[in-house]
């Protein structure tokens, strides 16, 4: 009896056990060379075929001319592994493999060929698992979403897979796209390496594979870190590289001795933004622990949500109260209502905080500290911003000293909370 446990990597056991279980609709699997992810999910692929008898499966990458050397091979390997030759038909023309004991199928098809996408059909039950490899080939979530649309019809329970290894850059539509799956209740996201095959079965890899990962990690460690961990090293252009992502407890959010409070004025389509955070000098240390965001709300409708965000208990158990607190405020000309309907109706302590000649002396200051924290389930939008943010380039690509205005609502708020620390500083 062969246990697919066996085959899979501990890094893995959990996420097996979840797509038998279906506990997710996704599974948002990226790492680095040798991870072994594109194994485990071709092991999903054929278990989830013989246990769900109404489940075909459609193999998705986005040119067409490399299936049959990738995961159509793949597919066969675990098939073969898991000793159910037999059971299976492999054809090429039409690429499929059969489930004899059913007639259920597993498709290949690419992107590049709609034609073939659309008119993927089954007569026995529905394309219930999907599987982009090599996601960050794929022109965009945009293009992926209008693949889904297409194969999505006829069933109710769906086990989609993405497998990709990490562009550098933050800005890959992949990499971001990633950062909202991990805020997703239907999502399962998942990173992994070579370390994770070395740990356990280093002979799956071999040793040339595992000597040549080990000498680039001696000479070129930042380069290691991307094509072997998966890591996502960047271009060299992140203006805020000091940023780390923590979770940050309601009894230590409670803790911080030095709270300080910003907000960015919108309407549509920039938001407003109110960003609370947290400064430790000593440990040249700024914590972001809450963001409130809105389109298209009135002064008395932001009023409102700053007022109800800082009115909290101070401890577990005690009633909750309004603290008093400085906020600082982007100083616009129609921020000036702004200011005046928060002291008025609400009796918020708001300033304008100073502008002229100091963004990029903020900026400086930000990218100086030791760490700027951030909890990312708390902070989604203000994580995003801040490690998506990159220097200019010219015609030549090549970097230069200018930070591009938008999509920094949050950092923005951020700037002005601390605006009297960065003159002090």
Not at 68 to 73: F, I
Not at 165 to 181: K, Q, Y
Not at 216 to 222: G, M, Q, S
Request: glycine share 6%.
């Amino acid at each position: 009896m062969i246990s697919a446990a066996d085959l899979v990597i501990p890094r893995f056991h959990d996420v097996l056990g979840d797509v038998m279980a279906h506990g997710h609709t996704h599974y948002w699997l990226h790492g680095g060379r040798g991870s072994t992810k594109s194994s485990f999910i071709s092991l999903c692929i054929v278990l989830l075929v013989i246990s769900q008898p109404k489940a075909n499966a459609v193999v998705v990458r986005r040119f067409g001319n490399t299936l049959r050397d990738s995961v159509y091979q793949q597919i066969l390997w675990a098939i073969s592994s898991l000793g159910l030759e037999g059971y299976f038909r492999a054809r090429l023309s039409p690429m499929e493999i059969t489930y004899l004991p059913t007639g259920q199928k597993i498709v290949f098809r690419g992107a590049d060929d709609p034609l073939k996408l659309k008119g993927v059909k089954f007569t026995k039950g529905y394309a219930a698992v999907v599987w982009f490899e090599e996601l960050d080939q794929f022109d965009g979530i945009e293009a992926v979403r209008s693949i889904l649309n297409s194969l999505r019809r006829g069933g109710d329970d769906f086990w989609i897979f993405y497998s990709y290894n990490p562009p550098r850059t933050m800005w890959s539509w992949v990499n971001v796209e990633c950062l909202d799956r991990t805020r997703r209740a239907d999502t399962f996201v998942r990173r992994s390496s070579y370390l994770d095959v070395v740990d356990e079965h280093p002979e799956w890899l071999g040793a040339p594979f595992i000597d040549e990962a080990e000498y680039l990690r001696d000479v070129n460690e930042t380069a290691w870190r991307w094509e072997y961990l998966g890591e996502i090293t960047g271009t060299g252009g992140n203006v805020l590289d000091n940023v780390i992502d923590e979770s940050l407890s309601l009894h230590r959010i409670r803790n911080f001795e030095r709270t300080r409070n910003g907000v960015d004025w919108g309407w549509f389509p920039d938001p407003w933004r109110f960003v609370r955070c947290a400064w430790e000098p000593a440990a040249r240390r700024l914590l972001i622990f809450e963001e409130h965001s809105a389109n298209k709300k009135t002064p008395a409708e932001t009023g409102q949500m700053l007022v109800n965000a800082m009115t909290f208990s101070d401890e577990e158990g005690e009633e909750p109260y309004y603290h008093d607190e400085l906020v600082w405020a982007d100083n616009t000309p129609d921020g000036k209502q702004q200011v005046a309907v928060y002291r008025r109706d609400f009796g918020i302590r708001i300033r304008p905080s100073r502008k002229a000649r100091m963004r990029k002396l903020s900026y400086e200051w930000l990218a100086g500290l030791r760490e700027i924290v951030i909890d990312p389930v708390r902070c989604p939008l203000t994580f995003e911003e801040f490690i998506l943010k990159e220097y200019l380039r010219d015609r030549d690509s090549t970097w230069i000293d200018e930070i591009p205005d938008g999509n920094d609502h949050s950092i923005d708020a951020v700037r002005y909370a601390m605006m009297d620390d960065i003159l002090r500083g």
